[in-house]
């Protein structure tokens, strides 16, 4: 039986890049996104790739949505399919924050995002994750409370440093079954989020994160690692 890989956030940005490069190795992806109706690109990729590519609707900050994609799993995907690799991609940024103008709306719509949404997530499909999957969520050296230098994005910078205590917690968690878990920084990046003056294609980051993952052994769960598989200080 083929294991699947499941990606959030997947109509832009690096989710898409994940997507079209795990259709590309012949792989079976279950994309999800909040809109399906409007991700043009992913439709266009289920289209030439039929069976291979399957799309949901997920919201990972909505705790009806991911029980909803838990129950259409079975449906979406083969009798039996499994997760081989859950990619905890979706995420936001809420830029232009200042000290003594912060605003609770974007420091709980970044935890929500950003932290609930994957854990919560990753809990509710850990009965669907093979045995010796791969969780990857993806993190940012900007939640690296060792390398934080000045003040910038907080809500993003606090919700990233949770994650990577999620993603400790998830490896812990799931140790048991072999099942990998780690954070992952894709270096600086030219999607919408990263802007256009990033260092990184999408197809360069995504290519590194993908080897970094295949590389992964039981030692690694519970780290912090960028793109070229470098450690990242906590
Ligand atoms: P983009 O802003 O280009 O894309 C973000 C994706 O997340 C979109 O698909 C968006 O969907 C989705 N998303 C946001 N909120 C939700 C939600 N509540 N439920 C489901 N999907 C949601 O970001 P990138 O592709 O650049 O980033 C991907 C990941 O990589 C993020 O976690 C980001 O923090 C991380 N990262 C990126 C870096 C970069 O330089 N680009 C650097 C470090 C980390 P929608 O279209 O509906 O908004």
């Given at each position: 039986?083929?294991d699947?890989t499941l990606v959030?956030g ?5 989710g898409?890049?994940f997507?079209r490069q795990?259709l590309?190795?012949d792989?079976h992806v279950l994309?999800?996104?909040?809109h399906?109706?409007k991700?043009t690109a992913l439709?266009?990729?289920a289209a030439?790739h039929?069976?291979?590519l399957k799309?949901?609707p997920l919201?990972v ?10 129950r259409e ?12 690799l859950l990619?905890?991609n979706?995420?936001?940024?809420h830029g232009g924050e200042?000290f003594?103008?912060l ?7 970044s935890?929500r995002?950003n ?6 997530l990753t ?9 010796g999957?791969r ?9 690296s409370?060792?390398n934080?230098?000045h003040?910038g994005t907080?809500s ?6 949770a994650?990577?205590?999620a993603?400790?917690?998830l490896?812990?968690?799931l140790r ?5 878990v780690?954070a992952l ?8 989020m990263?802007?256009?003056r990033a ?5 360069d ?9 295949a590389?992964l052994d ?8 960028d ?8």
């Amino acid at each position: 039986m083929t294991d699947w890989t499941l990606v959030t956030g997947a109509n832009r940005g690096l989710g898409l890049e994940f997507v079209r490069q795990v259709l590309a190795d012949d792989g079976h992806v279950l994309a999800t996104c909040r809109h399906p109706g409007k991700a043009t690109a992913l439709n266009h990729l289920a289209a030439e790739h039929p069976g291979h590519l399957k799309i949901l609707p997920l919201d990972v900050g909505d705790t009806r949505s991911r029980d909803e994609l838990v129950r259409e799993w079975p449906l979406a995907t083969a009798e039996g399919a499994r997760i081989g690799l859950l990619v905890n991609n979706a995420g936001v940024l809420h830029g232009g924050e200042r000290f003594g103008a912060l605003e609770a709306a974007g420091l709980e719509d970044s935890l929500r995002t950003n932290v609930v949404g994957p854990l919560l997530l990753t809990q509710a499909l850990a009965p669907l994750l093979a045995d010796g999957a791969r969780v990857a969520n993806l993190s940012s050296q900007l939640g690296s409370i060792a390398n934080t230098t000045h003040f910038g994005t907080p809500s993003y910078a606090i919700s990233k440093a949770a994650l990577n205590m999620a993603t400790v917690q998830l490896a812990h968690a799931l140790r048991p079954r072999g099942i990998v878990v780690v954070a992952l920084h894709p270096g600086w990046v030219r999607t919408d989020m990263g802007g256009a003056r990033a260092d990184e294609t999408p197809e360069d980051a995504v290519a590194g994160l993908r080897r970094v993952i295949a590389g992964l052994d039981d030692a690694a769960s519970g780290r912090f690692l960028d793109w070229t598989g470098a450690a990242l200080p906590w």
